[in-house]
């Protein structure tokens, strides 16, 4: 087989690049890696075979259909352009009510209460973390924050349905799913704060978390870029045959970057095991939804592309969690795609630097805050269930509290990284060009001292 394909590379190659290896790649079809760090699909699926059988069989049905690469294609003599919607919209799968009562598939008593009590305790401590986050940039002692209030169950609940194997990048609302993973309210002070333990060193802006050890990658700031990276986070998994898949969260405004339907393709053709989840949360920053696309929202996209995708309600965390699940384990099985699209709100500004009243009224902010809150839902159930006491809860919020200002305060007056960190951590050996940045830095900070933070160590 590797023999035959190897004949075949070097046909299709007139000087085909020097081979480091070969693996089974996705529908049997063999991964031939490359020097130069490309590697050729030779698949061993007919695609382009017109066979006889199916010349044949075109032949006995009166032409009515023929074969063509991916399949038999009916003719018509209907002139029909295919709609550009449906007439129905694609339903929102959801298990939770308002009042806190399941919709009962009978079998959901089986969730564990340890996980879904640390999933609400996990919501609280997100919700406080974004409180006294968001007063620190309004005092001045960080330089910004953005939050994930409305949002809380879709990053909690997808994230509790995940394995700690499977590895996450996100875009850069969904704390909730480091938290989950372990990340402490330290490391997060840290980074907001930028000083020295900070795992970027201060390098990036405040909420640009990142944990090697979590599986979790940095965030960039670009919009999308982390969709087409998952896919190939997902391809490396399948190469390596890992018993695990990639994640990825992005907004609606995201799916308008050409990565995101670049990722698309790019996974269905490779059947990489990558979870992608949409928040759909109506904005972009100022840009609603109606002005960001005319399709039926994100789900519809996924078909198109030949990906399963679902809808959800983003506000019910037993709908997250169950669906990210079931997600998670087809991803893996069948090692494909998924597309979650989760319909939620969000209630806070873009971020620190946005006041969301200039563009949308007051009215739907508190409508979603108010009647629609993923947390209160959440709560509602859970109380039903006797797993949650108002004690506790306030027990939790209080001892959150107190951790995360101390926590603050510790960040706060730790020392920041050297000036030379930021050189340093990109090249083995620092090119001479970085050398001559370095020192016209240095020299210009002498120079005007009073245009430089006076607590960066030289
Ligand atoms: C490529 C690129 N274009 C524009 C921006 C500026 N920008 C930052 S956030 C944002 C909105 C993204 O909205 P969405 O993906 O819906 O996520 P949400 O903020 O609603 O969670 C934009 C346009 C950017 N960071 N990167
Ligand atoms: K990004």
Known sequence: MIRTSLALLTRNFPSPPPLLGAAAGPHNALVLLSSSNRYALLSPTRRFESTEAARL?????????????????????????????????????????????TILPANFKQLSKDVMVKMYKDMITLQTMDTIFFEAQRQGRISFYLTSAGEEAVTIASAAALHSDDVVLAQYREPGVLLWRGFGLQEFADQVFGNRSDYGKGRQMPIHYGSNLLNYFTISSPIGTQLPHAVGVAYSL????????????????????????????????????????????????????????????????GQAYGVRSIRIDGNDALAVYSATRRAR?????????????????????????????????VDEIEYWKTKRSPMDRFARWLRNNGWLSEEDESMHRSTVKKQLLQAIQKAEKAEKAPV???????????????????????????????????????
């Open 57 to 101: 069989h075109e032949d006995e049905n009166d032409g009515q259909e023929f074969d063509f690469p991916g399949g038999r294609v009916p003719f018509t003599s209907e002139m029909k352009f295919i709609a550009e919607s449906t007439e129905e919209r694609v339903s929102c799968y959801r298990i939770l009510h308002e009042n806190g009562e």
């Open 238 to 301: 399948k190469m390596d045959r890992k018993d695990a898949c990639a994640v990825t969260y992005f907004g609606d405004g995201g799916t308008s970057e050409g990565d995101f339907h670049a990722a698309l393709n790019f996974a269905a053709v490779l059947g990489a095991p990558v979870v992608f989840i949409c928040r759909n949360n109506g904005w972009a920053i100022s840009t609603s939804i109606q002005e960001q696309f005319r399709s039926d929202g994100v789900v519809v996209k």
């Open 329 to 361: 384990e087809m991803a893996i099985a069948e090692q494909m795609p998924v597309l979650i699209e989760a319909l939620t709100y969000r209630v806070g500004h873009h971020s620190t630097s946005d006041d969301s009243t200039k563009y949308r009224g």
């Open 420 to 458: 030379s960190a930021l050189f340093s951590d990109v090249y083995d050996h620092i090119p001479s060009n970085l050398h001559e940045q370095e020192q016209v830095l240095r020299q210009t900070m002498k120079r005007y001292p009073q245009d430089y933070p006076s607590d960066v160590p030289l």
